[in-house]
């Protein structure tokens, strides 16, 4: 695994800098296999793996599909509400929204913490919970590019100190606590206390949603249909009040992954139970995580700077990084282990993840799942 699964030589962009991996969208949603905390499906997205597809309906019914027309699982919401979104909060609680209100949760609420969704190539749709080992090479963030299909727009978002500055966000976004819209003197934040400000020149407030102290892990929400929402762990706790006729605007993120005038996707994650052999890696972005020949896990950014290693270089031959059933990752040379992260849990499912920010992390034990395993996961 870890080895590049497409390639495209001498496709440059503007002035040679920019090559372009082109992702299937079909009817304006775009096919990944992941949402993370405060990010969302809205109507007629969804998320894809392989034959399986994990779709928010125009019926407001949430429904598991294997090969396009066989249901799975659904959350039982068809006719329940109209323009609806499903949102995974930042306590890990995945729920249905409609334009009055919550219509279904999956009752998996937790702390404030890292938390994603996947649809796994087993046909199980998983959230999963909080890092139990990470790292901690997360890296102040370069700027990235968005591009807008149909609208052919290139915009730039620059992160500063780890928080998303932009001016726009767009319906089915979200401020996650502490995350703020910015233009000039303007600062628009979803703030830790729950409460929505806009401030002027940094300290003077304007204007606020006057909802501080009235919930925990709050994310301010662009719904659908024109309203925005303040949904805390409990629920909502605020709305604009301003519904409109839903106008969607479909934009399709395309991943630009640059090695001079070839792109490589690699994989980010490995599940509990796969392993990295020698000289395979994971890969996002600039950031490389490989097991090398000398038996050194090492994280590299740009290949060629060590941001992290296991300091296991010399202590042993033919090395495996494997990550446990129990969420440890191990190093090991024969049957020798050379190394733990010391992150021993339960039997559960883990995958440990390379993520954007230069962080590599091993995500917990499932919160909930749709239970829907079709046979054994197919490895690349």
């Not at 949402?35 to 997205?45: A, P, R």
């Not at 249905?96 to 702390?111: C, F, K």
């Not at 006057?210 to 719904?223: E, Y």
């Amino acid at each position: 695994m870890a080895r590049p699964i497409i390639s495209v030589n001498g496709v440059t962009l503007g002035i040679a800098l920019l090559s372009m991996l082109l992702l299937m969208i079909v009817n304006g949603a775009v096919a990944k296999d992941t949402i993370y905390n405060g990010q969302s499906l809205n109507t007629n997205e969804y998320l894809q793996n392989g034959i399986y597809t994990f779709i928010m309906q125009g019926d407001c019914n949430l429904v598991l599909y294997k090969n396009g027309n066989v249901p799975l699982w659904n959350s039982q919401t068809g006719g329940k509400g109209n323009a609806c979104m499903a949102t995974l909060q930042n306590n890990g609680n995945l729920v249905i929204l409609s334009n009055t209100g919550i219509v279904w949760t999956s009752n998996t609420y937790r702390g404030p913490n890292s938390y994603r969704l996947v649809v796994q190539g087993d046909g199980n749709v998983v959230i999963y919970g909080a890092a139990l080992w990470a790292t901690n090479t997360a890296q102040v963030m370069a700027p990235s590019i968005e591009v807008t299909l149909g609208l052919a727009l290139l915009s730039i978002f620059l992160f500063v100190d780890g928080t998303l500055a932009k001016d726009t966000i767009y319906n089915g976004e979200s401020l996650n606590t502490n995350e703020y819209l910015e233009n000039g003197p303007y600062r628009f934040v979803m703030q830790g206390d729950c409460n929505l400000v806009l401030y002027k020149n940094g300290n003077t407030p304007i204007w606020n949603s006057h909802t501080n102290g009235k919930g925990s892990g709050c994310m301010a929400i662009l719904l659908n249909n024109g309203n925005l929402v303040i949904l805390a762990d409990s629920g909502i706790v605020w709305m604009s009040n301003t519904y409109a006729v839903e106008a969607k605007l479909a934009l399709a993120l395309l991943m630009l992954i640059i090695n001079g005038a070839m792109v490589v996707v690699a994989e980010d994650m490995l599940f509990n139970g796969e392993s990295l052999n020698t000289n395979e890696f994971l890969e996002n972005g600039p950031y490389r995580f490989i097991m090398q020949g000398d038996c050194n896990l090492v994280l590299y950014v740009n290949r060629t700077r060590a941001l992290w290693n296991s300091r296991t270089n010399g202590r042993g031959n033919a090395c495996r990084a494997t990550l446990q059933n129990n969420g440890n990752l191990v190093v090991t040379s024969g049957t020798d282990v050379v190394w733990t992260s010391n992150s021993a849990r339960g039997p559960n499912n883990y995958r440990l993840i390379v993520q954007t920010d230069g962080n590599v992390v091993i995500y917990g034990g499932a919160l909930w799942a749709s239970n829907t395993v079709q046979g054994s996961r197919k490895l690349l």
